[in-house]
Structures are given as C-alpha cells and as structure tokens.
C-alpha cells in the first residue's frame, strides 16, 4: 500500500477536448513528478513539483501543465488533446531529500 | 542524454532463474532504480543502487557497475506471479531531483 491515490481511474475524451488528472501524495511526501505511459513503453518524465512550483520539466508541450497544492495533493491538465496523448498517466509522490518514488495506480485516458 | 537499453521479452520456467540486463547513458546519474509493473498497475519498487555490486533482497538481487553503464536484475526461484515487466530506471539528480529515466521494460513470462 504505497498511499498515492489517482483519480479517475479511467477516462475516455475526444480529440481538442481538455482534461484534468488528479493526484494525492502520499502523507508527508513534499515532491510530485507525473509520467505518461504510453503502451509497451516505460514511463516518460512528464514534469515535477516541488512546493508548488514547478521543478523541472520533460520533453511535452505547453499545453501539459499542472498544478501543486499546499496539502501536496496535484493535479495535471491537458490542453487540446491528440490521439497520441492516449497513455497510462502515473504519479509519484517522494521526500525531495529521498530516493525512492512511490507510484500512484494511474489513470487510463482514452483520446478518440 | 539519457539512453536506457533492456530487452523487449524474456521467458524462463517456475524454479529458474533470470538475469535481465540494463546497460545505461545518462548525465548527471545518481542511482539505478528496477521497478516491477504487471499489467495495468502501477510500478513498484524493487531495488536502488548507488554503489558497484550486488544488493540482495530474498528472492530477487540488483547489480551496478558504473564505470560499465550496466546493471541487471537477477531472480531466482521463479513463480508464476513474477511474470510482469520489469523496469530499469536512471536518476537524475543534477537539473531535476529524483527525475526517472526509465527503459521501455522487459516482459518476463514465467511458465509452468
């Protein structure tokens, strides 16, 4: 039981249409990094936020952003969506000052 | 960059042991993550190495050598419920703390 919760677990969307994940850390992690996980492939850094900033971005577009709130919880919100943006979307919540990141369920979005 | 190779598929017999290997490019590498993932969950953790050589952990064991850019996973004792992929992770704590850079996984298959 790692304590990441994500919601929805699924959802289904067309395309132009946005979207808005959520995500709550588990208790006392300050850090959130989201991934996309498209099928058959690992994880793709997505962004993280650290005390409610922004700490660090991949390579996604600026129509991913996304949101830290104080209680740590976040959320991430897609813009326009694409067919390719159909993935596995996992969070991961840690201590700034630890290593290991524990991974939230997921959620399964579907851009027809 | 960051570059992370793992093969795409393994399969092995309950009993047996497997090696899966991982061989690495990242700048600014801290330490070396495998996770496991079985289908439509999220990734759990299964070891970190900073250090060279060999960490074990009951029925599964990590290694690192970094002045070869390699690592593998070693698992002994299959069962049936190890079937999964298995995900090796660089991380990054030079621009992002703690940012992943995972491969695209290996599907282990364990047979009867």
């Known amino acids: 039981e790692t304590g990441v919760t994500q919601s929805p677990t699924h959802l289904i969307k067309t395309r132009g249409q946005q979207v808005t994940l959520r995500c709550s850390s588990q208790?006392?992690?300050?850090?959130v990094s989201w991934y996309q996980q498209a099928l058959g492939q690992g994880p793709q850094f997505i962004f993280q936020?650290?005390?409610?900033?922004?700490?660090g971005r991949g390579n996604f577009p600026p129509r991913f952003s996304g949101l830290q709130f104080p209680n740590y919880s976040s959320e991430l919100n897609v813009n326009a969506l694409e067919l390719d943006d159909s993935a596995l979307y996992l969070c991961?919540?840690?201590?700034?000052?630890?290593?290991?990141?524990?991974f939230g369920p997921g959620t399964r979005l579907t851009v027809l | 960059g960051q570059n992370i190779d793992q093969p795409t598929e393994m399969t092995a017999t309950e009993g047996a042991i497997v090696q899966i290997n991982c061989t690495y490019q990242?700048?600014?590498?801290?330490?070396l993550f495998w996770y496991q993932q079985h289908a439509g969950e999220a990734p759990t953790f299964l070891s970190y190495?900073?250090?060279?050589g060999l960490e074990e952990k009951g029925r599964f064991s990590s290694f690192l050598s970094r002045s070869k850019g390699y690592s593998y996973l070693l698992l002994k004792e299959l069962q049936m419920k190890d079937s999964a992929s298995y995900l090796c992770a660089g991380d990054d704590r030079g621009s992002t703390l703690g940012r992943l850079y995972f491969g695209r996984g290996t599907q282990l298959t364990v047979w009867p």
């Open positions: 208790s006392g992690h300050n850090t």
């Open positions: 190495n900073v250090l060279d």
């Open positions: 990242t700048s600014g590498f801290n330490g």
């Open positions: 936020y650290y005390r409610e900033e922004e700490n």
């Open positions: 991961a919540s840690s201590l700034v000052e630890e290593d290991e990141q524990f």
